[in-house]
């Protein structure tokens, strides 16, 4: 039994997980190196979009094309580190819930279990597609406009001059990989951490279920009480551990929408 199998999946695509079978140190050496690769793109590309606030913009209409995006890649690295640094605490986390007192053990209790992990399973995958059919529908609007125009999809602040084939197919490119997987990264954690927060739900209905069976089974009160223990240690990791990430995310979505709405009475002015 492995809890949030696909969200682990993706993490280790964003290098954010090292696979299990991969114990050797050759292989744990290759994925160091994506890992580091994956650093990179994200954050050479927060970097320039940063850089193009502070030296290039000079209104106020830039400034709000700008700053949209540079909240989101921001979000991303955030969450890229934060997935980093806990990588222990996400093993400790995800093997609490698969030993003993957690592990569903009864027909009933893994019933219960299943319903919860595929349920998440399903909303991750629902949330992938959303926000990949996102990507795909401006990676192919960029394609068909700026990329004939030769202009890049976002605007950037770099140390070059890009206007030369090569480096133009190259800059374009760093743009919409490092697009993609800011986008697989932000499923990747969000994912996670509602996965989390899911399971403990999980473990109070299957703590709901064993109290049930007390007054048939008086031997399993030491283990009901283990559980509820253990559960309010689970919760309180958890957010100890991810508070940070979601009060940027929170404070960035709230900006997100401001700046949205700004965006939109703007157009409505125009028009």
């Given at each position: 039994?492995?809890?949030?199998?696909?969200?682990?999946?993706?993490?280790?695509?964003?290098?954010?997980?090292?696979?299990?079978?991969?114990?050797?140190?050759?292989?744990?050496?290759?994925?160091?190196?994506?890992?580091?690769?994956?650093?990179?793109?994200?954050?050479?590309?927060?970097?320039?979009?940063?850089?193009?606030?502070?030296?290039t913009v000079d209104n106020a209409d830039d400034f709000t094309d700008n700053f949209y995006m540079l909240l989101t890649t921001t979000v991303v690295c955030c969450k890229m580190f934060s997935m980093l640094v806990n990588r222990k605490n996400i093993a400790m986390l995800t093997n609490i819930l698969t030993e003993k007192p957690c592990r569903p053990l009864e027909s009933k209790e893994m019933e219960i279990y299943y319903k919860f992990d595929k349920g998440m399973q399903?909303?991750?995958?629902?949330?992938?597609?959303?926000?990949?059919?996102?990507?795909?529908?401006?990676?192919?609007?960029?394609?068909?406009?700026?990329?004939?125009?030769?202009?890049?999809?976002?605007?950037?602040?770099?140390?070059?001059?890009?206007?030369?084939?090569?480096?133009?197919?190259?800059?374009?490119?760093?743009?919409?990989?490092?697009?993609?997987?800011?986008?697989?990264?932000?499923?990747?954690?969000?994912?996670?951490?509602?996965?989390?927060?899911?399971?403990?739900?999980?473990?109070?209905e299957i703590l709901e279920s064993r109290l049930r069976r007390i007054a048939h089974e008086p031997d399993i009160l030491h283990e009901c009480i283990l559980q509820h223990n253990r559960i309010f240690d689970f919760a309180l990791t958890v957010n100890e551990k991810f508070r940070f990430t979601i009060a940027i995310q929170f404070m960035a979505s709230t900006l997100v929408v401001c700046f949205n709405l700004y965006q939109l009475t703007r157009s409505t002015t125009t028009n």
């Open positions: 039994m492995r809890v949030l199998d696909f969200t682990l999946k993706i993490l280790t695509f964003c290098g954010c997980w090292v696979p299990d079978s991969w114990t050797s140190s050759y292989k744990r050496v290759i994925y160091h190196v994506h890992t580091f690769f994956v650093l990179v793109l994200v954050n050479t590309f927060t970097l320039s979009q940063l850089l193009d606030i502070i030296l399903a909303t991750t995958i629902h949330y992938a597609i959303l926000v990949e059919t996102t990507c795909v529908c401006i990676t192919l609007t960029s394609l068909l406009t700026d990329f004939r125009r030769r202009t890049l999809t976002f605007r950037a602040w770099l140390p070059y001059d890009y206007s030369s084939p090569v480096l133009f197919y190259i800059t374009y490119a760093h743009q919409l990989i490092s697009l993609i997987i800011g986008s697989v990264l932000q499923v990747a954690c969000d994912g996670l951490i509602c996965g989390l927060l899911v399971h403990i739900c999980c473990q109070i």
